[in-house]
């Protein structure tokens, strides 16, 4: 099945600072997603992206289908932008989304 | 609009014990999968309902099992529980399920096998 990978694992910034998070996936997609998994175990969407740009405040996000990954910013962090930041992705014919392992994500005061 | 709800929020059983999990999903959303996520295997799809019919279906023991009803309301259900079942159990709803649709996840069920 196809693979997905992400980096870092880890991130520790102090707030506001900007990060660069990063999704490998192993084969072409029809569907990618970006999900903040907060304290409380909460998926929240915050991108469906399976190609192109997208901004959303101080998130953006960049999927290049063609090298087969996508790229997550966040400017500014703030100390709610904590959390886990997870990858998804359903290839075609795929069962269900295949998440990476996340790279969590903390943001100090 | 409200959004994905997951009952109960938390549960406690023993193991052989089983359990039922409920799910319902956004208004007009036809679509309910559900995954199992744990700290060694992290997010694991499990299964997909669509129009009362199981469509998908993840690598998962038989003792995994679902159903759907006619509201799109859906239930999972696990048999025999083992301690490995400990998980948050979670539920996503897309409107007809395509794999170019995004899932909108509910809170989750957290449940504990002592």
């Known amino acids: 099945g196809i693979q997905v990978e992400q980096s870092p694992p880890d991130l520790i910034l102090q707030e506001g600072a900007n990060s660069t998070l990063r999704c490998n996936f192993s084969?072409?997609?029809?569907?990618l997603q970006w999900f903040h998994q907060n304290p409380w175990g909460q998926l929240i969407n915050l991108f469906y992206?399976?190609?192109g740009t997208k901004q959303n405040g101080r998130l953006s996000a960049t999927t290049v289908a063609t090298e087969r990954y996508s790229l997550l910013y966040i400017s500014s962090s703030q100390t709610t932008d904590s959390g886990v930041y997870f990858c998804?992705?359903?290839?075609?014919?795929?069962?269900?989304?295949?998440f990476g392992k996340g790279t969590h994500l903390i943001i100090q005061p | 609009k409200a959004g994905v709800t997951q009952t109960p929020r938390y549960l406690i059983k023993t193991r052989g014990q089983q359990v039922t999990l409920s799910c319902s999903p956004i208004?007009?959303?036809?679509?309910v999968s559900w995954y199992q996520q744990t700290p060694g295997q992290g997010l694991q799809f499990l299964f997909e309902y669509f129009s009362e019919t199981q469509r998908n279906k993840g690598n998962f023991p038989g003792r995994f099992s679902g159903r759907q009803f006619s509201n799109s309301r859906s239930e999972m259900n696990v048999s025999t529980l083992e301690l490995g079942d400990s998980a948050l159990y979670l539920c996503a709803s897309s409107p007809t399920g395509g794999s170019n649709q995004p899932q909108h996840f509910g809170d989750g069920t957290r449940l504990s096998i002592l």
């Open positions: 992206i399976p190609s």
């Open positions: 998804a992705v359903t290839g075609g014919g795929a069962d269900g989304l295949t």
């Open positions: 208004s007009g959303h036809r679509s």
């Open positions: 084969d072409s997609v029809n569907n």
